[in-house]
């Protein structure tokens, strides 16, 4: 066994204080790394995450914000005057999943948590508002078909007829989309769109 020195004991102590030191500076290096997809000042609306189900990029050219005009029907079934609205699109959970949030003109907020599951492939679609407090949130369901976006929300008409309401994202590209909600019946035959978004891309 060594013998303790003052020197082999002044050296353990500068050990002991230099890896003390050192300690917070890698936690704060592996958190860094393991949030490196998030919101940046370099990358403002997050990045995708490589290890993240490839369909997750289906909302790729929509990341970003749009200036868009949104369209509701009333309850006369004519068409309401058309509100200016900005529709904010991001990726969240270290690009893992994907955020969008309206701010309208008209003061009626919202925005969706967006996720895709490899095991039902399929998207989750969690909807809030200003408009009401959700005790629990509205959830669609959907998937890519074609070049479209289309998700579904059992619901029944005002007359008690089965169906759904479906929302179509559609005329995707880099610099702008289309967004429609219609309520259909089971068989898609009947629809009665009800509210429609025009969006034009305003920076990525």
């Known amino acids: 066994m060594g013998k303790f020195t003052v020197k082999n004991v002044t050296m353990t102590l500068r050990f002991i204080l230099f890896f003390t030191c050192l300690v917070p500076f890698l936690l704060v290096a592996q958190e860094g790394s393991s949030n490196s997809y998030e919101a940046s000042q370099e990358f403002p609306f997050g990045r995708l995450n490589p290890k993240a189900p490839p369909e997750t990029a289906d909302f790729s050219?929509?990341?970003?914000?749009?200036?868009?005009?949104?369209?509701?029907?009333?309850?006369?079934?004519?068409?309401?005057?058309?509100?200016?609205?900005?529709?904010?699109?991001?990726?969240?959970?270290?690009?893992?999943?994907?955020?969008?949030?309206?701010?309208?003109?008209?003061?009626?907020?919202?925005?969706?948590?967006?996720?895709?599951?490899?095991?039902?492939?399929?998207?989750?679609?969690?909807y809030y508002s200003s408009a009401a407090i959700a005790t629990t949130l509205s959830t669609w369901e959907g998937?890519?078909?074609?070049?479209?976006?289309?998700?579904?929300?059992?619901?029944?008409?005002?007359?008690?007829?089965?169906?759904?309401?479906?929302?179509?994202?559609?005329?995707?590209?880099?610099?702008?989309?289309?967004?429609?909600?219609?309520?259909?019946d089971t068989t898609e035959k009947v629809v009665f769109p009800t509210w429609k978004i025009a969006c034009t891309k305003r920076e990525d």
């Open 61 to 126: 050219d929509l990341i970003g914000r749009s200036d868009c005009i949104s369209e509701t029907r009333q309850a006369d079934r004519t068409w309401a005057k058309p509100v200016k609205m900005t529709w904010e699109w991001k990726y969240i959970m270290n690009g893992m999943g994907v955020q969008d949030e309206t701010i309208k003109a008209d003061g009626k907020h919202s925005g969706s948590i967006r996720q895709y599951s490899r095991d039902s492939a399929r998207w989750y679609v969690h």
């Open 143 to 184: 998937t890519k078909k074609g070049k479209d976006i289309v998700l579904y929300r059992a619901q029944k008409a005002p007359n008690g007829m089965d169906g759904f309401y479906r929302l179509t994202f559609s005329n995707i590209h880099t610099k702008g989309f289309n967004w429609i909600g219609e309520w259909v």
